[in-house]
C-alpha cells in the first residue's frame, strides 16, 4: 500500500482521520440494527461467539483415501471442530484415478476419490453424526454428497444426522478458477435438483457455499469478490425458484466462503456489507420470509495468494492478520492456511501451527468477548457503506446484462478480475505496493522448511482399486442404474435418486459424470475481450 496515497484494495481512498462528517446521512437503526436482526450487519447471531465459538475447519486431503483419513484424526485430536475435504483435479473433473487425462494429477492437490469403498476409507473410524464435514467440490459435487451420504448409511448413520456443506457452486468455475464439466445450463440444473433433494434428505446438509474465494484468490477487490459472489446467489436463488422450489424451504441452507486477505479493516467491512446486502436481497427481491432464509451465513479461508514461498515463516504473521479479519468480521468457519502452502501441500507441523493459530485468537485474546466489537467504528462503518454502494452498482450492471450467467458468457466478470490482478501487479512491480521478502526486506540466503511430498506410485493403487471395485460389484445393476441416470437426464426429474442408486451399486464417479457429458455435452468458454 503507498504511503503517498493510500487505498483500499477496491480502490476507494483511505483518509488519514476518520469522525462523523464521514457518516453523514447514516442511520444506525436500519443500517446496522442489533445483532442477529435485520438487516445482520453486526452478525447473524445475537451472541456470536459469547455463545458459540466459530468452527475451526482445516481443510486437508492428499494422496489416497487412507492418507487423508491419518491427517483427519490427526486434526481432530489437535482440536479442530470440523473437517473439510479438498479432492484432486481429476476428482473435481469427474475423472477417475484411471483416466488418461488423470496422468500426473492424481492425489496432488488433494485426495483422490473414485467410487464409494474410496469414500468409506476417507472416513474410516469417523463417527459421520458427530462431525460437520466441509466438500470443497463443484460439478461433480452432489455425486460426492451421494456418496457421503452412502457412507453415512452404511455405518448406521441416517441422513437426516448427517450434516456439513458442498461447495456446488459451478457459476465461479466458469468466472475464476475451471474446473467445470457441463455447460452452465444443465449444471444449474443439477444444482437446483440438489436443492430439492437435499430439502427432504439431508436436511442439515448445506446445499451450496457461493464462493467468492476463488475469484478474490485470481485477483478480485473485495467490492468485486461480494458482488459477483452475491449475483452469482442470486442466478442459484432464481434457478431454484424456477425449478419450482419454494425460497424459504431451501434459502436457509444456503452458505457463503470468502477470502480474508491483509487488509484487515478492509475486510471486516466487507464482510459486514455481505450480510447487509444480502439480507436486503432476499426480502426486497425474493421476498423471503423466513429469517434464516436473510441470514448470509459464510466460511473464510485466509488468503492463499498472499502467502509467499519467499521466507515462508512471515507467512505465519500473515495469517493471523487474516484470521484475525474473519472472526472480528464475524465467520461462522475458519480455515487457517499453513505457512508452507507456497511451497508443498501443508505437513503435520505446520498445520498443526495453523489451527493453534486460531485456538490463540479463540481463547487467548478479547476477539470473542464482544459480539461485533468494531461497530461504531467511524471508519469501519464509513468504508461498509462504501463497499455496499459499489457492490451494488456491479450487481445492477450485471442485472443489466440479463444475470450472472449472461454476464459470464460475456466474459464480463472474468475480464473485471483480471484487470483487477494486472493493476495490482503493477503496483508491486513499482513497489507502490509493498510484499515482505518478495519486493522488499529481501534475505541474502533463505532455508527451505521440510515440505510434505506424494508419492508418485499412489495412481497405480488407485487404478488397482478401482479394477477390485468392478470385479466385485453386479455389472448389470450398474448398467441398469446407469441407464436410469440417462433417462432422468433426458427428461425433468430430479436427478439425485438416479445417481445415488448408481453410486450405491459401485458406479465409479467417472461412469456417472460420462452419462452426464453425453446428454448434457461439456463446456468451452469463450473468450470474447
Known sequence: MSSD?????????????????HLEGFDPETQLGEPGAYPYTRGVYPNMYRGRLWTMRQYAGMATAEESNRRYRYLLDQGTTGLSV??????????????????GEVGKVGVAIDTVEDMKLLFDQIPLD???????????????????????????????????????????????RGTYIYPPAPSLRIIADTFGYCATTLPRFNTISISGYHMGEAGA?????????LADGIAYVQAALDAGLDVDTFAPRLSFFFVARS?????????????????????????????KSLMLRFHTQTAGVQLTAQQPEVNLARVTIQALAATLGGTQSLHTNSYDEALALPTEKSARLALRTQQVIAHESDV??????LAGSYLVESMTDEIEEQARDYIQRIDDMGGAVRAIEE?????????????????????EQIVVGVNDYLMDEEVQPELQRIDEAIRNNQIARIEQVKRDRDQAGVDDALAEVAKAAAGDANLLPPMREALRRR??????CDVLRHEFGGYIPTDKF
Do not use: C
Request: zero cysteines; hydrophobic letters at 40%; glycine letters at 6%.
Open 5 to 21: 496515497d493510500p487505498r483500499t484494495v477496491s480502490g476507494f481512498p483511505i483518509e488519514p482521520l476518520y469522525g462523523p462528517e
Open 130 to 176: 458427530q462431525v460437520s464435514t466441509s466438500m470443497t467440490i463443484n460439478a461433480p459435487a452432489s455425486l460426492l454428497l451421494l456418496m457421503y451420504q452412502i457412507v453415512g448409511e452404511e455405518q448406521g448413520v441416517d441422513a437426516d444426522r448427517l450434516r456439513g456443506t458442498i461447495q456446488n457452486d459451478v457459476l465461479k468455475e466458469y468466472i475464476a
Open 86 to 103: 479438498a479432492f484432486d483435479l481429476p476428482t473435481q473433473m469427474g475423472y477417475d484415478s484411471s483416466a488418461d487425462i488423470a496422468d
Open 221 to 229: 477487490t473485495p467490492v468485486q469478490e461480494i458482488a459477483f459472489t
Open 368 to 373: 470473542p468477548a464482544s459480539v461485533d466489537p
Open 507 to 512: 458406479a465409479t464417479l467417472q461412469e456417472v
Open 411 to 431: 466474459g464480463y466478470q472474468k475480464t473485471e478480475i483480471e484487470r483487477a490482478a494486472y493493476d495490482l501487479a503493477k503496483r508491486i512491480d513499482a513497489h
Open 263 to 291: 487488509t484487515l479493516l478492509e475486510e471486516v467491512a466487507k464482510f459486514r456489507a455481505a450480510r447487509r446486502l444480502w439480507a436486503h436481497i432476499m426480502r426486497e427481491r425474493f421476498g423471503a420470509q423466513n429469517e
